[in-house]
């Protein structure tokens, strides 16, 4: 059974910083083998691309509200993503959601139907 658990949500004052974490486990394939991306909902609204990379972690993208300010990286040894959010804003609340995929070829993921894998979501609140 797979699992992608996110923890490190919280509330922050606007201007501080969070780091997202995103453990995987249950695969079918080994976890360097997906790319892995994290995306963001909030009440009524479509959920949206923040950011992804590649299965070897030597490609990143970022949506052009987080660029400068949010960094994704990833320890293969430990199946485990992370998102660092500095910088960040009233608008950056939302709950967040880390998805998997396989990608055998080290392919880029942005759009969320492309995801088989998600995980429950973590809130993160920015208070101005």
């Known amino acids: 059974q797979v699992q992608l658990v996110e923890s490190g949500g919280g509330l922050v004052q606007a201007g501080g910083s969070l780091r997202l974490s995103c453990a995987a486990s249950g695969l079918t394939f080994t976890f360097n083998t997906y790319a892995m991306g994290w995306f963001r909902q909030t009440p009524g609204q479509e959920r949206e691309f923040v950011a992804t990379?590649?299965?070897?972690?030597?490609?990143?993208y970022y949506a052009d509200s987080v660029k400068g300010r949010f960094t994704i990286s990833r320890d293969n040894a430990k199946s485990t993503v992370y998102l660092q959010m500095d910088s960040l804003k009233p608008e950056d609340t939302a709950v967040y959601y880390c998805a998997a995929d396989y990608t055998p070829r080290g392919e880029l993921r942005t759009r969320k139907d492309a995801y088989n894998y998600w995980g429950q979501g973590t809130q993160v609140t920015v208070s101005s």
């Open positions: 990379i590649t299965r070897s972690g030597g490609k990143t």
